[in-house]
């Protein structure tokens, strides 16, 4: 800088110039707009121009020598005509070597003024850049003191730096924006590290150029020292910028200075000048070039200080690498002293590492030995490669167990050995595992021949390579006979149906070649005696060092299985009995004639025949005698069919007949006709004479026929039907078939209990029982209630689904569900039930399942209920219906404590002659002759009688259907006890009632 000072100081300080600077050969290398304006020329035509180029030519030869002596003296000063774009007009010029701190030459810097200077030329230089070159300097020199002194780069603050590098450089500079930009590892993008906009004082970094958008301006930045243009638009090197960024940004002039650590350009500074076109001065220049190599020699030394970690790091690491590995090792330079070791080389030889680092551990390790053999000794390798094994008593060995050593001569980037590394390796587990594969082998050839699966090897030319006893045996070759053989020709690959399968189509061809694996369900192998055998079998491709060589076939003979899958098929889909279809199967072949009906539009007849009288004889004559009937009746039948009908046996005396392609009408003549063959059979066992007769269910499948569950359901309810009426009848399905409908209603409640009992889709509700006099308050009654929860979550009063438990036998499956749930309910709510009394109605079948009195008791006991909060209440019909076993059931019960109550008393005409045999504690007068007590005189009388009667045998009455006032005030003046209706309360919810 001070050198810049000396030619500014011969100068006056308001005069304008021009400024450049040369390399040692005198090429101009940066210079100022003014020297571009004077001489015409373009930055592609001055630079690497030498500056005598540029005189007229009488005077070169002496500006020539004088810039010569320029190199013993420092400075040159002379005058000469300079080219210009006006003409040839004399310049004062005036050149300063440059020198580094060291002395060493850097170039040269030159100014040159015209000897006449135009005053308006003067004038339009203070106007474009005020301030005096001494007060420039002056400030550029505090920047870079600023700069060298701050503490960021101490404190390894890149960030810190750029931003206290931008913004005194642009205060320095009189810049509105000063941009850091730095290229990524693989110098095809430069991104923006800061950007400091001196205006609003912000800094800034999401800008990135792409090398390829903008290959001049990169060009110019590996070329040049500096780029200055006062005028960026029509820069040659700026231009590509002009619409994307100069002019949106209002930026008229721009300097550039790229940043270079060993020649190469890492990046760029950028300074941009708005609202105006600048003309940068060639100290300027120089300032921004300083700014430059400042920036870049301090992100060389941040760099350098990161390798330092990052070395000191894998140095680091390196050592736990050393230490992690199983094996002894170390390594000695060509002196063979000590460089380093792992922590296993000072365990075996018990050296400590302070004493022996960097010292000849000849003469520790074995000293005699060590040092008498040439073949062993370090300095004796240290120039060549080997591998020794060692046994444990050999004399160099000091690991204490077989080693093997290898040693490797480390060498530096140009080839030359500086180190030997000794890695010993204990063979101890090698040596266990070459036992140990030597055992696996013999263990693996036992199972190959062990296994019932044949195994063949074969080469790339499908020549047999080694092979299994059960290929062998399977095969029916030997081992030699199959040994290095083609495959292919022994055993001919052919396909189910029986054609052989062409060489270059066979799988274990097909595998070498495509190197994949297949596996095959079902092909033929031939033997060596020519038969045909049926195997399963898959091939894989084998490989050596990740070369393929060869194939590996692994098969099993599946002929028995075949046979046997078969006999599986036939004994799934047919009855064992009577070999006919089962159900399952016809259900299938059901299924197929519906399809046909609903696409074809065809007709078919499902026949269901039940056999009439038949449980008779299996219980007459046994079943063996029933099952021996059963095969002649169906041999019988079957005489009589069609080919196309299908005849089934769906379980026990039930068959099933399927009529193709026949119609009810047609289907009548045929069923009349097995009528009479059925009761024309006779069947004669232990010279007792049996017949049978059958009752047939007939419904037509159509395209209008649901589905195959529906249509079975049809079948086996018309059958009934033609039993109920009085069996070996033929009822064909009527659309409008009432009776037929309500059974097959009833069929369909069936699943639905079914599905509630199993989803747990029934639902407790209760209803108060009052106390009409006072002498009956002492506890609260309430009648359990049964309601189901259908699918779509609507509640079902139970007359609508009891019908069809009772005539299916699920009564008793409903009343153990309330029974466990009611005493469940109870045990959750021990302190309301205190005083509660809760009446749960039982069925007629329950009382007839000889189980549930046990589990009644079972459930009482295990939900720890009091039995006096019990009260049961049966039917007066059910009761009736089987009176000793009701009897024992009430008995049992009472006896611990239970009460019971006869419902719909009144309801029978022998109400009062069976009373006095059933030990019960209430009667519930029946609801129809309760309603009318008001209005209807028999009715009161009747009600009056019954609780008379109660009275008499101290038995309490229960009155039902209470539903007015008026009831209430009739059953009060006859002296019924309690009263049961919805004029006393309607049923709720048994969680949610409030007692």
């Given at each position: 800088m001070t050198q810049i000072v000396r030619i500014a100081n011969s100068m006056s300080p308001n005069q304008a110039g021009l400024y450049f600077n040369l390399d040692f050969d005198g090429r101009l290398l940066q210079w100022n707009i003014e020297f571009e304006r004077t001489t015409g020329k373009v930055p592609g035509e001055l630079a690497g121009k030498k500056i005598i180029e540029l005189l007229v030519d009488k005077d070169r030869k002496k500006a020539e020598q004088v810039i010569a002596e320029g190199f013993r003296q420092g400075l040159v000063d002379f005058s000469a005509r300079l080219l210009t774009c006006g003409g040839a007009v004399k310049h004062k010029f005036k050149i300063l070597v440059n020198l580094d701190d060291d002395g060493r030459y850097r170039g040269m810097t030159g100014v040159a003024q015209p000897e006449k200077f135009k005053a308006s030329f003067v004038e339009r230089r203070k106007m474009a850049q005020p301030g005096s070159l001494e007060q420039r300097l002056k400030e550029q020199q505090t920047a870079l003191h600023h700069l060298a002194n701050q503490d960021h780069f101490a404190e390894n603050d890149m960030g810190a730096l750029f931003h206290f590098t931008t913004e005194t450089v642009a205060r320095t500079l009189g810049v509105e924006r000063v941009s850091v930009w730095l290229?990524?590892?693989?110098?095809?993008?430069?991104?923006?590290?800061?950007?400091?906009?001196?205006?609003?004082?912000?800094?800034?970094?999401?800008?990135?150029?792409?090398?390829?958008?903008?290959?001049?301006?990169?060009?110019?930045?590996?070329?040049?020292?500096?780029?200055?243009?006062?005028?960026?638009?029509?820069?040659?090197?700026?231009?590509?910028?002009?619409?994307?960024?100069?002019?949106?940004?209002?930026?008229?002039?721009?300097?550039?200075?790229?940043?270079?650590?060993?020649?190469?350009?890492?990046?760029?500074?950028?300074?941009?000048y708005t609202n105006d076109n600048r003309i940068w001065h060639l100290d300027e220049e120089s300032f921004a070039a300083a700014i430059a190599d400042h920036v870049a020699l301090l992100i060389e030394v941040f760099e350098h200080r990161e390798a330092k970690v990052v070395l000191e790091k894998t140095s680091a690491e390196w050592e736990v690498a050393l230490n992690a590995v199983d094996d002894t090792l170390f390594i000695v330079d060509l002196d063979d002293r000590l460089l380093r070791a792992n922590k296993n080389f000072y365990e075996a030889t018990q050296l400590d590492p302070?004493?022996?680092?960097?010292?000849?551990?000849?003469?520790?390790?074995?000293?005699?030995?060590?040092?008498?053999?040439?073949?062993?000794?370090?300095?004796?390798?240290?120039?060549?490669?080997?591998?020794?094994?060692?046994?444990?008593?050999?004399?160099?060995?000091?690991?204490?167990?077989?080693?093997?050593?290898?040693?490797?001569?480390?060498?530096?980037?140009?080839?030359?050995?500086?180190?030997?590394?000794?890695?010993?390796?204990?063979?101890?587990?090698?040596?266990?595992?070459?036992?140990?594969?030597?055992?696996?082998?013999?263990?693996?050839?036992?199972?190959?021949?062990?296994?019932?699966?044949?195994?063949?090897?074969?080469?790339?030319?499908?020549?047999?390579?080694?092979?299994?006893?059960?290929?062998?045996?399977?095969?029916?070759?030997?081992?030699?006979?199959?040994?290095?053989?083609?495959?292919?020709?022994?055993?001919?690959?052919?396909?189910?149906?029986?054609?052989?399968?062409?060489?270059?189509?066979?799988?274990?061809?097909?595998?070498?070649?495509?190197?994949?694996?297949?596996?095959?369900?079902?092909?033929?192998?031939?033997?060596?005696?020519?038969?045909?055998?049926?195997?399963?079998?898959?091939?894989?491709?084998?490989?050596?060092?990740?070369?393929?060589?060869?194939?590996?076939?692994?098969?099993?003979?599946i002929s028995d299985a075949l046979a046997m899958e078969s006999q599986m098929d036939y004994i799934a889909t047919h009855d064992t009995l009577t070999g006919l279809v089962n159900r399952y199967e016809f259900e299938q072949i059901l299924s197929q004639a519906l399809a046909t009906a609903k696409q074809y539009k065809d007709e078919h007849v499902l026949c269901y025949m039940d056999l009439d009288q038949f449980k008779i004889i299996n219980d007459t004559c046994g079943h063996i005698t029933g099952d021996e009937l059963l095969k002649e009746l169906t041999q019988l039948l079957k005489q009589d069919l069609r080919q196309d009908d299908v005849l089934a046996r769906l379980g026990g005396?039930?068959?099933?007949?399927?009529?193709?392609?026949?119609?009810?009408?047609?289907?009548?003549?045929?069923?009349?006709?097995?009528?009479?063959?059925?009761?024309?059979?006779?069947?004669?066992?232990?010279?007792?004479?049996?017949?049978?007769?059958?009752?047939?269910?007939?419904?037509?499948?159509t395209e209008q026929s649901q589905d195959t569950?529906?249509?079975?359901?049809?079948?086996?309810?018309?059958?009934?039907?033609?039993?109920?009426?009085?069996?070996?009848?033929?009822?064909?399905?009527?659309?409008?078939?009432?009776?037929?409908?309500?059974?097959?209603?009833?069929?369909?409640?069936?699943?639905?209990?079914?599905?509630?009992?199993?989803?747990?889709?029934?639902?407790?509700?209760?209803?108060?029982?009052?106390?009409?006099?006072?002498?009956?308050?002492?506890h609260?009654?309430?009648?359990?209630?049964?309601?189901?929860?259908?699918?779509?979550?609507?509640?079902?009063?139970?007359?609508?689904?009891?019908?069809?438990?009772?005539?299916?036998?699920?009564?008793?499956?409903?009343?153990?569900?309330?029974?466990?749930?009611?005493?469940?309910?109870?045990?959750?709510?021990?302190?309301?039930?205190?005083?509660?009394?809760?009446?749960?109605?039982?069925?007629?079948?329950?009382?007839?399942?000889?189980?549930?009195?046990?589990?009644?008791?079972?459930?009482?006991m295990s939900h720890k209920i009091r039995p006096e909060s019990v009260c049961f209440e049966i039917t007066e019909t059910a009761a009736i219906a089987n009176l000793s076993r009701a009897i024992l059931f009430i008995k049992e019960l009472r006896q611990l404590g239970c009460s019971f109550s006869l419902d719909d008393f009144g309801s029978?005409?022998?109400?009062?002659?069976?009373?006095?045999?059933?030990?019960?504690?209430?009667?519930?007068?029946?609801?129809?002759?309760?309603?009318?007590?008001?209005?209807?005189?028999?009715?009161?009388?009747?009600?009056?009688?019954?609780?008379?009667?109660?009275?008499?045998?101290?038995?309490?009455?229960?009155?039902?259907?209470?539903?007015?006032?008026?009831?209430?005030?009739?059953?009060?003046?006859?002296?019924?006890?309690?009263?049961?209706?919805?004029g006393i309360a309607r049923p709720k919810p048994l969680d949610a009632a409030t007692l």
């Open positions: 290229f990524d590892e693989t110098h095809s993008k430069l991104s923006c590290v800061d950007l400091y906009e001196y205006s609003s004082h912000k800094h800034s970094q999401d800008l990135a150029l792409l090398v390829k958008s903008y290959p001049v301006y990169f060009q110019a930045l590996e070329e040049n020292r500096c780029i200055s243009a006062t005028d960026a638009h029509k820069d040659p090197r700026l231009s590509e910028f002009t619409e994307s960024y100069l002019q949106p940004l209002n930026i008229f002039s721009r300097l550039d200075t790229p940043l270079r650590i060993c020649g190469k350009v890492i990046g760029v500074i950028s300074y941009e302070c004493a022996i680092n960097h010292q000849d551990i000849s003469r520790f390790l074995h000293p005699e030995s060590w040092v008498s053999t040439a073949d062993i000794t370090p300095g004796a390798l240290n120039h060549r490669e080997v591998t020794v094994f060692m046994d444990v008593d050999d004399p160099y060995n000091f690991i204490g167990a077989p080693v093997e050593l290898e040693v490797r001569v480390i060498r530096d980037d140009n080839d030359k050995p500086n180190a030997v590394l000794y890695y010993f390796r204990d063979l101890t587990r090698i040596r266990e595992a070459e036992d140990s594969y030597h055992k696996l082998h013999e263990h693996i050839n036992v199972l190959l021949d062990s296994t019932r699966e044949g195994i063949i090897g074969v080469d790339m030319q499908m020549c047999c390579t080694f092979l299994n006893r059960a290929a062998t045996d399977i095969l029916g070759y030997d081992s030699e006979d199959l040994h290095c053989q083609d495959i292919y020709e022994l055993i001919h690959h052919s396909n189910e149906q029986g054609f052989q399968i062409e060489r270059d189509k066979s799988r274990i061809f097909r595998s070498i070649k495509e190197q994949r694996g297949f596996h095959i369900n079902k092909e033929n192998f031939c033997t060596k005696k020519g038969y045909c055998i049926q195997v399963e079998y898959s091939v894989n491709p084998m490989y050596e060092k990740g070369k393929i060589n060869g194939a590996v076939v692994v098969f099993r003979n005396d039930e068959f099933g007949l399927l009529l193709n392609n026949c119609n009810p009408q047609q289907a009548q003549r045929v069923l009349e006709k097995l009528q009479k063959v059925i009761k024309a059979f006779r069947f004669i066992r232990d010279g007792k004479q049996m017949t049978v007769g059958v009752s047939i269910g007939v419904v037509a499948i569950a529906t249509i079975l359901s049809l079948a086996d309810s018309a059958c009934f039907l033609a039993k109920e009426e009085g069996r070996n009848r033929i009822h064909l399905y009527h659309k409008h078939d009432e009776d037929l409908a309500q059974r097959h209603g009833e069929m369909q409640w069936v699943s639905r209990i079914h599905n509630a009992l199993e989803n747990d889709r029934l639902q407790l509700y209760c209803q108060p029982i009052e106390a009409i006099n006072l002498r009956n308050q002492d609260k009654h309430i009648e359990i209630l049964l309601r189901m929860v259908d699918e779509q979550g609507l509640i079902i009063s139970p007359e609508t689904f009891i019908p069809a438990a009772e005539r299916y036998n699920l009564m008793s499956d409903i009343d153990r569900w309330v029974i466990k749930n009611t005493f469940g309910w109870m045990h959750r709510n021990a302190d309301v039930t205190q005083n509660l009394m809760c009446s749960i109605n039982l069925s007629g079948q329950s009382l007839g399942d000889e189980g549930f009195l046990e589990y009644l008791i079972t459930e009482l029978g005409m022998s109400s009062f002659t069976y009373l006095k045999n059933l030990p019960v504690d209430f009667l519930k007068i029946d609801g129809n002759l309760v309603k009318d007590i008001a209005t209807d005189v028999i009715n009161f009388s009747m009600v009056e009688a019954i609780n008379r009667v109660g009275f008499v045998m101290g038995i309490r009455t229960i009155a039902e259907y209470v539903e007015n006032d008026l009831i209430l005030e009739k059953l009060e003046q006859i002296g019924v006890d309690y009263a049961q209706g919805y």
